[in-house]
């Protein structure tokens, strides 16, 4: 696709000029093959999210659709109410866990019993649109509907209903809101289960904040919190909600990766879809546990069509997008709930929990990467031969690699595991050169 890319359309913020959202909202519109729909608008806190919003009630209202809007609300959240509450699609504004500066817009669908972002078909019918570039008057809205406060109670109903009848008496946890989405849910659920909760980075105003030095992509933040204060763990949410990543009372990082064995494990699960990124201990406690783990390439849409066509009940990115029995997506707040329903009814702590694997040493990198450079390191066959190579190489250290062109921002990650981080760590600075290089 030329504007989707594997979460919805992302760039800088200041791209997403009026006339720009006035197409996607023309093509949403041609793809549903009538202006008679419904459809939930509402994003994350940053401060392009606002005028974004605004953007998108003025094209609506110009051709016609039915529209309401809830302003700040996790993107899982969003996802629910827009089903549940009858509409037939949902504008979701949001760049997760990017710094404010950019910004995106998801697309969900109704699909069946349940929902999902917009199809292939969907995408293609939209990005003609934009490529069309019809501009057309837009027509003032003079009264819009905001239906946040609803949505909010709807989205907190789901969570006490999922997560049903458990004590959290006793158990201090802390909070990384990431200055994003997740802030105006934030200690909620916790709170009426019983649970002490120490909060950090929820300002839900739009503005600059999100994810700067906090959440799930400053993981360190959390960390100090939590030793600091003493806490049984605490767990950071991305900018739009949809994952969450988890520090245990020693100041441990529990990972997805983590998160999906403790998990399976507690729920008697026989498979979970995880994906390429997944560590190689999370493989081979599958092997030993008699857990099939379904890998699938990177990406929670490739997540969920694995779970969809295997009937697997949990999938998971070590990212710390963690989909749930019966949930159509990752949901931060949901996956943290259910994994301190685990703490509860077991009695175990956190650290006990995730000891369930052994992490092998993994190393990542990341560089800028220019579209033309991500196309040539698919397509091009020296580097093919580069990657072979440092392949082979990682067989001394029973190792493996992972090379991809991001589909969210303007990188190349690399990624490597092997059973010495002082060897793979070489390689990867190696390959890194050799690609700069290359590209």
Known sequence: MKYFGTDGIRKKAVDFTPRFLRAVAKGLVDYAGSSDIKVLIGGDTR????????????????LGVEYSSVDVLPTPAIGYV???????????????????????????????????????????????????DQDYEVVATELRENLHDEA??????????????????????????????????????????????HLIN???????????????????????????????????????????????EKGNLVDGDHMTAILAKHLGLPAAVVTV????????????SGVHLEVVPVGDQHVSAGMRENNIGLGSEQNGHVTLPGEPTGDGMLTALSIAKVVAETGSSL?????????????????????????????????????????????????????????????IRLMMWGNDEVTISGLLNELEAKLKELL
Request: charged residues 25%; hydrophobic residues 40%; contains cysteine.
């Open 47 to 62: 401060e392009s999210t606002e005028w974004m919003i605004r953007s998108f009630e003025e094209a609506f209202e110009t």
């Open 82 to 132: 827009f089903y549940t509450a009858g509409f037939d699609f949902a504008i979701d504004i949001t760049a997760s866990h990017n710094p404010y500066t950019d910004n995106g817009v998801k697309v969900f669908e109704r699909d069946g019993d349940s929902y999902r972002k917009i199809s292939n078909a969907g995408e293609a019918v939209i990005e003609a649109a934009i490529d069309a």
């Open 152 to 197: 909010v109670e709807r989205y907190l109903e789901h969570l006490y209903k999922y997560i049903g009848d458990v004590d959290f008496s006793g158990l201090k946890v802390g909070l990384d809101c990431a200055n994003g989405a997740m802030s105006v849910i934030n200690k909620t659920v916790f709170e009426a289960l019983g649970a002490e909760v």
């Open 202 to 248: 929820v300002d839900a105003e739009f503005g600059q904040g999100i994810n700067a030095d906090c959440g799930s992509t400053h993981i360190e933040g959390l960390t100090k919190f939590v030793q600091e204060n003493h806490l049984d763990f605490g767990a950071a949410f991305d900018g739009d909600g949809d994952r969450c990543l988890m520090v245990d």
């Open 277 to 288: 990124t997944a560590n190689q201990g999370l493989l081979e406690w599958g092997k030993e």
């Open 351 to 411: 650290s006990e929990l995730a000891g369930i694997i052994t992490k092998m040493p993994q190393v990542s990198s990341n560089f800028e990467a220019t579209p033309e450079m991500k196309e040539k390191l698919k397509n091009s066959d020296e580097v093919k031969k580069v990657l072979l190579d440092f392949e082979e190489k990682l067989h001394a250290v029973a190792g493996r690699l992972l090379v991809r062109p991001s589909g969210t921002e303007n990188l």
